[in-house]
């Protein structure tokens, strides 16, 4: 049975995104605009700078990637057919009668379908980022990691700086802090993708690209159903933080019983020392978000 | 009587703005500097840092538009005869004796004139902007209204990122959710330009840049005689967003009506029905910056 | 001895920075990092973040420089032995069992030492950034200058806006308003590197070199030993600013006489005439920190 399979990855990494699964991730970055406290008042009294956040929301990860490989930022304005498909969900996202657009979108099914669309888009562009990374700088692999996440999930790095000129957005180093779960997922991602770029990962490309999305939707899907954002990733990240910075909190403990060594600095000892508490708080913080 | 007027339009619009148009901007530009509440102290503690102001203030819509085509920020750098200009205009404004720029400068007449000449060389910015974008993207007619819109009115988005920088500026979103005169009729003049390139607009560039430079002046002298604010171009905005979204109203009015029928979710109800007191709100937020 | 001075400036400036001094920059940036309060919990709850921001102090530099020359801001992650460098700086700073490193970098002959190091790293960093510049920008001098001002002290720049959008930092316009001695000093040193280039300046650039390294490594030192950081530069200053705008106060005094004239205009009198009083406020708000 390894034909159909082969057959299947290979039909499905070449899936065109352009209208449907585009629409889907419009819908939802629109969506997510919308529902912004005040956003539709600002829709209504200003439509040029509704419509800009909204083309921010949409291509946000474009424009960052190209800012970090100095492409014009503009770029994706010359995409016409896409702006006007992100515009015109923009115009029935927020000038729809009756609000047709969010009564429909607020069903669980409908949410569920978009969601899952829109991830599959985030393997496209994961993979996309990679590859033209790559066609900068060969064996740039630190490069390559940095574009397909960039371009996988920097659309929140884009509207926050947009939120932050506009003073919607206190920044709290939320997504600096404590990456969100799309994020960490996209960052894992873009490693993997990497790695088969410069072949340290015998497997084929579609094989991947089908293996990782069926990964993405999954995990998306089943967080939105069960309202849990508790992240699975969780014992993979305490596992690899143990392996590599584990063996430090058995000195540190140990390092508590000698707490009361004199401590040869004053400047650094307030920074130098992570306690447990610090610890306790820090992972807290980060469980809070996760 | 048709060739005199092509020959005034033809000579207008092969104005040289270097030294006088360019002086004029510069010293708008730097009184505007002047005028924000401390300025004048922080030239006389640390030089640099007001001459580095002064010059984001003199070419930062140049900046912008090169930011967003991704060529070198400091290009403006090389132009020492500008540069030139723009610092000593900076340093007979903040350092002269007596003050006797701000002195002169503070008579109706003479701000009168240099905002004039400021406005026309605005036009040029307009006009530089859409063919530099079009020498980058043949077709490519959001680019070129993005681009000329930046160059010609994106200096004040420089400076509020440069006074963000140093923390003088709290933002409110001013520029964002409602966007004063100049960029209104700078996004205007952009989109008139731009079609014109694209020969959609069937007039020769010297008469439109002739007939919008006499726009833009006889606007501005005129809010600056007679200190009123309100925007000429509101009946023009409000016909346009009533032919774009005015259709709305009646059905929210209408909804506004039914409201008592069960609102089928929770989530998004908050943010998906404008109230008409949201618009209300929203106009006179807008009606008090225009 | 004209010889053996040439011998030795000459195999001076052909020192290669990249293992020792470049290990000292980074122990130097990465200290730096580890000192600010809360670092150290935040590399313990997410380690990615925390790298991140170790690059860019590591980096910052190259990074705002290659931001004004519109190259890819990414392109410091191709130079993978520098990048594993500096991350395994970062991860014995903060994850190094009983924090040895932070303990043997409390030594004040250690910091010495490495601060001196770094100091000698600036030096080649300013003169890259201005032939490198001057690659692109043939007598472009003042970009030359802006160039290796940006590599050699932009660090900070960055390292701001990265705190900025953590929120970790609240600007008070510290480095825009009263510019830090390193910033000071490099802008010297750039311009003096920049005449030197453009062959305004008759002197060999390894002698330019080695004394100005010379300087800087003497200062620091100097600066870090007698725990004084009222900048040697004061006097330099002032008789430039006498120079340039000190004529000025005495005329500005002479206006305090005669304040009791009528001032033609209320808008701009506020900001118009800086008074003794503003300009004492400002020098001791300047002292503050220099």
Redesign the interface.
């Known amino acids: 049975m390894e034909y159909p399979w082969d057959d299947l990855t290979l039909a499905f990494s070449r899936t065109s995104m352009f209208p449907f699964f585009d629409v889907a991730h419009y819908l939802v970055s629109v969506?997510a605009l919308?529902?912004?406290?005040?956003?539709?008042?600002?829709?209504?009294?200003?439509?040029?700078?509704s419509w800009?956040s909204a083309m921010l929301h949409c291509f946000g990860g474009g424009i960052l990637s190209?800012?970090?490989?100095?492409?014009?930022?503009?770029k994706f304005?010359?995409n016409?057919t896409n702006?006007l498909l992100a515009s015109s969900i923009w115009y029935i996202v927020f000038?729809c009668?009756?609000?047709l657009v969010?009564?429909g979108?607020?069903y669980l099914p409908i949410q569920l379908l978009a969601a899952g669309m829109k991830e599959v888009t985030r393997t496209w562009k994961i993979v996309g980022g990679v590859t033209h990374a790559n066609s900068?700088?060969k064996n740039?692999w630190?490069?390559m990691i940095?574009?397909g996440w960039a371009r996988g999930a920097g659309g929140v790095?884009v509207t926050?700086?947009e939120q932050?000129?506009?003073?919607?957005w206190?920044?709290?180093?939320d997504e600096?802090?404590?990456?969100s779960f799309p994020s960490k997922v996209t960052?894992l991602g873009s490693i993997i993708f990497t790695f088969q770029q410069t072949k340290h990962l015998a497997v084929s490309k579609h094989d991947l690209m089908f293996l990782y999305t069926f990964f993405l939707v999954t995990i998306k899907v089943t967080m939105m159903v069960t309202k849990d954002s508790t992240v699975t990733l969780a014992p993979f990240e305490d596992t690899l933080?143990r392996m590599?910075?584990g063996?430090?909190q058995q000195?540190s403990m140990s390092?508590k019983q000698t707490e009361s060594k004199p401590s040869?600095?004053g400047?650094?000892s307030?920074?130098?020392?992570?306690t447990i508490e610090?610890?306790d708080?820090?992972?807290r913080?980060?469980k809070k978000e996760d």
Chains 1, 2, 3 share one sequence.
């Not at 919308?34 to 700078?49: F, L």
């Open positions: 969506m919308r529902q912004r406290p005040g956003a539709a008042a600002v829709a209504w009294s200003n439509p040029v700078s800009l190209c800012v970090l490989l100095a492409e014009p930022p503009v304005l010359t016409h702006i000038f009668p009756r609000d969010s009564q979108y607020s900068y700088y740039g630190i490069v940095a574009i790095i926050s700086c932050l000129l506009k003073g919607d206190k920044p709290k180093g600096w802090l404590k990456m960052l933080s590599l910075f063996w430090q000195f390092e040869s600095n400047t650094t307030s920074a130098s020392k992570p610090d610890l708080d820090a992972k913080l980060a």
